[in-house]
């Protein structure tokens, strides 16, 4: 099931959260503008995995439920890899890690 997801940047007192919107039935991103890239990236990945799980047998019971976790590390681990994949690019200059998508920043 392919749902739109909106991210913004906001003045907020938490970290980020995350909402299903019913009308335009997809969710709702909001992560706090005043933090640091690296608190706003953590806090993406976070949310995102609120939003891969939402829909999950644990979502009505626990907003931390090991579905979450489980997703929430996969997302992480990703971006690990990406992230040093792509620092490896630049001393190589090989190109991505295979299965690996490169992205301009």
Same mark, same amino acid.
């Given at each position: 099931m392919e749902l739109p997801v909106r991210v913004r940047s906001c003045?907020? !007192?938490d970290y980020g959260d995350t909402t299903y919107l019913e009308n335009m039935k997809g969710f709702r991103v909001r992560i706090r503008a005043r933090q640091s890239? $690296?608190?706003k990236l953590?806090?993406?990945l976070h949310e995102y995995a609120h939003v891969l799980s939402w829909?999950?047998?644990e979502? &009505?019971?626990d907003d931390h439920s090991a579905e979450w976790g489980i997703t929430y590390a996969r997302l992480y681990r990703m971006h690990l890899e990406w992230d040093f994949g792509r620092a490896q690019k630049k001393r190589? !200059? $090989?190109g991505?890690?295979?299965g690996q998508l490169e992205? &301009?920043?």
């Open positions: 003045k907020m !007192k890239l $690296s608190i953590d806090t993406v829909f999950g047998s979502s &009505e019971i190589a !200059k $090989s991505p890690l295979p992205f &301009e920043f």
